[in-house]
């Protein structure tokens, strides 16, 4: 199977409705990431069909589960999930942050070259980026322990946001988070030709 007809058939099981325009764009992406992984190994996934299920079906099987405002990627690596979320909403704002100079250079010519308009791009260490204004939301996909990126981030999130934490199974984690934040849901992921377990992990302050 070709990846454009992969990449339509997990967002079919996924119940998501993606345009043509939009799944076009999803491929690009993928295309960008393996040229520039080849020199700068963004990624450790690197055979193309691997890349559907394990970079974009399992980015967009969070979407049905996250709200319209303003996001926060932190540790944004490659742009997974930022900016396949900003692609799917673009009504929807998003900060892709990553300490890491090479990841964010890629994600910024992937903006350019896909016209993204609704994401900014920052280089920095999440403990001491500051932020104009405070995020409904802020995900992160294997960035760091939980307790950790609660930690790092909390200075980031409006008081009635959420963290978001894309997860395998990461329940041990959970008794290390600070008093004042709790868990609001886990959710159980299917992600189409994913083997390995997936969930999200919804917390907020108490």
């Not at 001491?128 to 909390?154: C, H, M, N, P, Y």
């Not at 008093?179 to 917390?203: G, H, Y």
Request: charge should be positive.
């Amino acid at each position: 199977m070709n990846q454009a007809k992969e990449l339509a058939l997990g967002i079919t099981q996924l119940g998501l409705d993606v345009a043509p325009e939009v799944q076009r764009k999803l491929l690009s992406y993928l295309e960008l990431l393996q040229k520039w992984n080849r020199v700068y190994n963004l990624t450790a996934i690197r055979q193309p069909a691997q890349m559907i299920s394990g970079h974009l079906l399992d980015s967009l099987a969070v979407l049905p589960h996250l709200w319209p405002g303003r996001w926060l990627d932190v540790g944004c690596g490659a742009g997974l999930p930022g900016l396949i979320l900003a692609l799917l909403r673009p009504e929807w704002t998003f900060v892709l942050l990553d300490s890491n100079s090479k990841k964010t250079s890629f994600v910024q010519q992937v903006k350019i070259e896909l016209e993204l308009r609704n994401i900014s791009i920052y280089c920095a260490r999440v403990e001491t980026w500051q932020a104009e204004e405070k995020f409904d939301g802020i995900i992160s996909r294997a960035f760091a322990e939980t307790a950790k990126f609660v930690a790092l981030t909390r200075h980031l999130l409006a008081q009635e946001g959420r963290w978001v934490a894309m997860k395998g199974d990461s329940q041990q984690e959970l008794g290390r988070l600070p008093n004042n934040v709790s868990v609001e849901k886990i959710i159980p992921l299917q992600v189409p030709e994913l083997a390995a377990a997936r969930c999200l992990i919804m917390l907020k302050f108490t």
